[in-house]
């Protein structure tokens, strides 16, 4: 079974902080993906990328970065957190054979 | 600019009903549609539609996808409390990019 993993189910933060946001997954994926969920406006796609220390912006980019320095684990990370930030961040990973992504258990992160 | 609509946003049944789920997409260029449900955490896959008119059944639900008229179903017939989710409908552009709809929140209540 592919398993994705993501560092924390919940987070508060305070305006202003770096947040770090982690997910793994041990398949051996390809790609990886970070989405936020909020009501009434589905998944959108923040970043995603294909390989090691590659990356690509989505549709929302702005106020994130992303790192992926080994093919298992990729973060994202709010340089300077603000409370519109405050959402449901998940994680998918896909491999180039499939279309199908699997997704970890999400974190909803709360910025004060 | 591509979009996914889904509708409707929000729907209360009873169990034992039957229930259909809509998602129209505005896409110039895709190669799948993915429908996932998703309960309290992560959303887990339930079909891929490559082909029109095609149905696809698993159980008690089922969906088709419609290229012509740009738009795929999901049904769920005699639902179930279990049944309660978001049911989130995707579109593959590229590379694994999806482009999601809202999610249709679905209550089945006993």
């Known amino acids: 079974d592919v398993k994705v993993t993501q560092s924390s189910r919940y987070l508060v933060k305070r305006t202003g902080e770096k947040v770090f946001l982690e997910c793994v997954q041990d398949?051996?994926?390809?790609?990886m993906f970070w989405y936020r969920q909020d009501p009434g406006l589905g998944l959108r796609l923040i970043y995603f990328?294909?390989?090691?220390?590659?990356?690509e912006k989505g549709d929302i980019p702005e106020g994130y970065s992303v790192s992926r320095e080994k093919k298992e684990r990729f973060s994202l990370i709010l340089e300077s957190a603000s409370t519109n930030q405050t959402s449901m961040y998940l994680c998918?990973?896909?491999?180039?054979?499939?279309?199908?992504?699997?997704f970890g258990p999400g974190t909803r992160l709360t910025v004060l | 600019e591509d979009k996914v609509v889904q509708s409707p946003l929000s729907l209360v049944v009873h169990e034992g009903d039957t229930v259909t789920l809509n998602c129209s997409y505005e896409?110039?260029?895709?190669?799948?549609l993915l429908w996932y449900k998703q309960e309290k955490k992560a959303p887990t896959f339930l079909f891929m539609l490559?082909?029109?008119?095609i149905e696809k059944k698993s159980g008690r639900l089922s969906s088709i996808l419609d290229k012509k008229e740009l738009f795929s179903i999901l049904n769920i017939t005699a639902t179930q409390t279990g049944d309660s989710a978001i049911y989130l409908c995707?579109?593959?552009?590229?590379?694994?990019?999806?482009?999601f709809g809202q999610g249709t929140r679905l209550t089945i209540n006993p």
């Open positions: 995707a579109l593959i552009q590229g590379a694994q990019k999806l482009v």
């Open positions: 490559t082909s029109s008119g």
């Open positions: 398949m051996d994926h390809e790609n």
């Open positions: 896409v110039t260029n895709f190669r799948s």
């Open positions: 998918a990973s896909t491999t180039d054979s499939t279309d199908t992504q699997y």
């Open positions: 990328s294909y390989d090691v220390k590659m990356k």
